[in-house]
């Protein structure tokens, strides 16, 4: 079993950043890909971005150029720097394990990123 566990989320004023990180602990022999999907109320579950254990990376198409995911594979944590935030950057993000390519296995609890002034 593998559990995730986010940290980092909170409140920022439109224009900041904020980081955030998911770890990773249990029986793991080998991750082929983690990532970050958001989710608000109403609306369908976006991937925000993932990175493979080679460190090819996908983004999507709202936080391109302002998001950048980095993973430790020693550690078994992925991050998420996210700069310049939107108020519609709002949202509970949700990290997430592959154990191969697009099996979703895990998923963390979810941390919420509140952008407002």
């Known amino acids: 079993q593998v559990q995730l566990v986010e940290s980092g989320g909170g409140l920022v004023q439109p224009g900041g950043s904020l980081r955030l990180s998911c770890a990773a602990s249990g029986t793991i022999f080998s991750i082929y890909a983690m990532g970050w999907y958001r989710q608000t109320p109403g609306k369908q579950r976006e991937l925000v971005a993932a990175?493979?254990?080679?460190?090819?990376?996908t983004y999507g198409d709202s936080v391109k150029g302002r998001f950048t995911i980095s993973r430790d594979n020693a550690k078994n944590t992925v991050y998420l720097q996210m700069n310049s935030l939107k108020p519609e950057d709002t949202a509970v993000y949700y990290c997430?394990?592959?154990?191969?390519?697009?099996?979703?296995?895990?998923w963390g609890q979810g941390t919420q990123v509140t952008v407002s002034s």
């Open positions: 990175i493979t254990r080679g460190g090819t990376t």
């Open positions: 997430y394990v592959d154990l191969r390519l697009g099996t979703r296995d895990y």
